[in-house]
């Protein structure tokens, strides 16, 4: 049903996500049954199951579907879109442990001292910060249990172990982390002492690193050419760009209601963001050279699903939402 709609010629965005979070939220919570020590299962639930766009889930799923459907020679659309899914749902689903226990670390007094996500008190508010601290540990840890468990049955090893390799260095100190320490490094700075430059490494590593490895992962799960992986991580890197620069400008245009995160905390604490570094109408700017750089990948090198435009309409999702 869901499948037939995709693929028809009026594809209804909307309900495609709609769809596609009810999906990943329905497995996440297969994988995160409470159990014992319940405290800790419930605090990691609490941040997983709390809500979020699952951009970076849906971007897996679209890349393994799109490289499903591109390569086969044979064989209904909609069986090789649902077979794709099958594939890749588990990493899809690992990838949402990460980035919500990235937000719960990121959340905690050390850091960046929040009260509020997805629209809710931040896990350390309800949990304590010593749970909150080992619940991130601990959905660290099951997303890597989840994706090699839950994949290594449909996978090539060769294939498995390259992305399980990916997502530990797109987590660590060459990805996440080190981006976080670079942002902690430049946070406070005075405007003159960072530059565009500082900026995108600092970003291609907090954010960035989590949506290329959506991207690629979902291609090499699928099994994908070379050229179909250097084309999945180009337009990462793109999208991973355009989604930290909208969320820089929503900082300052956002409410924190339709946020569901308290605005105003770039400037408040002086990080080293897109609209410090070349203003608001500068940002807005990048970010459409960003966009028709994404769309023209995207055309360039046939890398969407052939029968419904989900990778560019994600795209523009990340760049034009309003939270
Ligand atoms: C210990 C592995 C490890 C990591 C911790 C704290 C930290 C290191 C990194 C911080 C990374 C971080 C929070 C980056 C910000 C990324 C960002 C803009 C998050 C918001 O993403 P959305 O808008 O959130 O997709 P939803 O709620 O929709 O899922």
């Known amino acids: ?102 937000l719960v670390h990121d959340d905690l007094p050390c850091l960046d001292n929040d009260d509020l996500r997805r629209g809710k008190p931040t896990n350390h508010k309800i949990y304590g910060e010593a749970l909150a601290l080992l619940a991130g540990d601990g959905l660290l840890m099951l997303a890597n249990e989840v994706l090699i468990e839950h994949t290594s049955k449909s996978v090539a090893s060769a294939n498995l172990l390259a992305v399980a390799l990916e997502l530990s260095r797109a987590t660590g100190p060459s990805g996440m982390v080190g981006g976080q320490v670079k942002d902690m490094e430049f946070t406070g700075a005075a405007d003159d002492k960072f530059d565009i430059a500082t900026v ?32 999945l991580y180009r337009f990462g890197e793109i999208l991973g760009l355009a989604f930290q620069i909208t969320d820089d400008l929503l900082d300052v245009t956002g409410d924190a209601q339709t946020l569901g995160k308290t605005p105003g905390k770039d400037e408040a604490t002086k990080k080293a963001t897109w609209v410090r570094a070349i203003g608001i109408d500068g940002a807005r700017i990048k970010l459409s050279e960003m966009e028709a750089e994404g769309v023209a990948l995207l055309e360039h090198s046939a890398l969407d699903n052939r029968d419904a435009p989900v990778l560019k309409a994600l795209l523009k999702y990340a760049i034009h939402r309003k939270k």
């Open 200 to 231: 995108e490494s600092i970003h291609a590593g907090k954010t960035g690193a989590l949506i290329r490895f959506a991207l690629w992962s979902g291609g090499k799960l699928m099994n994908g050419t070379e050229e179909q992986l250097t084309s």
């Open 1 to 102: 049903m869901l499948e037939a709609q995709i693929h028809s010629t009026n594809f209804d965005f909307e309900r495609y996500l709609e769809a596609r979070r009810k999906l990943v939220e329905d497995r996440l919570a297969e994988y995160l049954v409470e159990q014992e020590p319940a405290k800790l299962w419930q605090s990691m639930r609490y941040s997983v199951l709390s809500g979020g766009k699952r951009l970076r889930a849906m971007l897996t799923l679209a890349a393994a579907e799109a490289v499903s459907v591109n390569n086969a020679t044979t064989g209904a659309t909609a069986n090789l879109s649902e077979n794709a899914l099958q594939i890749a749902l588990p990493c899809a689903c690992a990838i949402e442990m990460v980035h919500a226990m990235s």
